[in-house]
């Protein structure tokens, strides 16, 4: 019987959205202290996942990589950056289950980290594409499709950083785990959940998770890439397709309404781009050093940025605050 704990609310979803657990749950809760007003709290998801990666692109792979097999693709296609997370973990969990992996890379600004990360990734396994520009890559796309195809078994294409109905569900999940560990008291109900939004699966996943898990905490995006189309009408139409989804595979629930109203989507902290760190990623990302939080300049410092600077706000003043910490090294 499937552990997971959206089928364990929705006996129904365990025979049309399967499910497969790659990771150890639930990651853990602690106090941050890195000086802020409104006590400040860490879930940390850099641990999650078995072997490979780990971090929040693990979630969207434990209903990714089962829906693959369930479609009969042999292979994932999809889009990232150079130095992209997300691509490297479809590759590595995708092997282990027998999935291949094809990449479209576009370009970002090289560093030290995104030429290690793409070295990975040629180790990986991955069919690696290098489109360089967005345009470029949407001009290759039916080729690269084709190029994937095999007799009638067509290539899953999902979207940049998984961030899918389906893919939304990683973080459905996450958010019924918060509320399975608030209960249990491992910390107060927070009053806002803070994440980096890089293609919006994550935020649109917990907007509505925590909806359908009876929390009233409010979701904060604080977005980290200028290439899509970020802002709370997307992320929240994101979050309807998933609650959608979920419904036409047999859950049974009220309607959540979600509105862009109920997210706070910020782009203050993204500096010049997606990929370019700023002072203010470098200042929270030693200070959450000095705390033992490993984080990076390109997603999970800029979203700590914003919370050492938004929390002097009248909204984050009451608190707690919980901090995402997406980033899975390895």
């Keep these: ?9 929705f006996p129904a979803l365990a025979d049309t959205i399967p499910f497969a657990r790659l990771g150890t749950a639930p990651t853990p809760i602690r106090p941050l202290e890195v000086g802020t007003t409104a006590p400040l709290w860490c879930k940390d998801d850099s641990g999650y996942g078995d072997g490979g990666w780990g971090g929040n692109k693990v979630r969207k792979l434990e209903w990714l990589l089962p829906e693959a097999h369930r479609r009969g693709a042999r292979t994932i296609l999809t889009v990232g950056g150079t130095g992209t997370n997300w691509g490297l973990a479809t590759a590595l969990y995708g092997r282990e ?31 690696l594409h290098f489109a360089h520009t967005k345009r470029r890559a949407r001009l290759t796309a039916p ?34 785990e918060l509320a399975d560990q608030i209960a249990a008291g491992a910390m107060p109900e927070p009053s806002h959940l803070v994440t980096a939004v890089g293609s919006g699966g994550t935020a649109a996943g917990l907007a509505l998770g925590l909806r359908l898990a009876g929390l009233t905490t409010r979701v904060v995006g604080v977005v980290v890439n200028d290439a899509l189309p970020l802002d709370a009408p997307h992320i929240v139409r994101l979050a309807q397709r998933a609650e959608r989804l979920l419904r036409s595979r047999g859950a049974q ?47 999970t410092a800029k979203a700590l940025a914003a919370v050492l600077h938004l929390d002097t706000a009248d909204s984050f003043a009451a608190g707690p605050v919980l901090f995402l910490n997406t980033y899975g090294p390895r």
């Design 1 to 9: 019987m499937s552990d997971s704990l959206l089928h364990k609310r």
């Design 97 to 127: 289950h027998g999935i291949d992996t094809a990449l479209v890379l576009l370009d970002q600004p090289m560093d030290e980290h995104v030429r290690e990360q793409l070295g990975r990734l040629e180790k990986s396994g991955a069919t």
């Design 143 to 176: 080729w690269l499709y084709l190029r994937h195809t095999h007799g009638r078994t067509r290539p899953y294409f999902l979207p940049v950083g998984g961030s899918s109905p389906i893919g939304a569900l990683g973080y459905v999940e996450g958010a019924f």
């Design 253 to 299: 629930f009220e309607p959540t309404g979600l509105r862009p109203e109920d997210l706070t989507i910020t782009r203050d902290w993204l500096g010049p781009g997606y990929g370019h760190p700023t002072p203010a990623a470098r200042e929270a990302q030693a200070l959450a050093a000095q705390d033992g939080l490993r984080l990076e300049t390109v997603y």
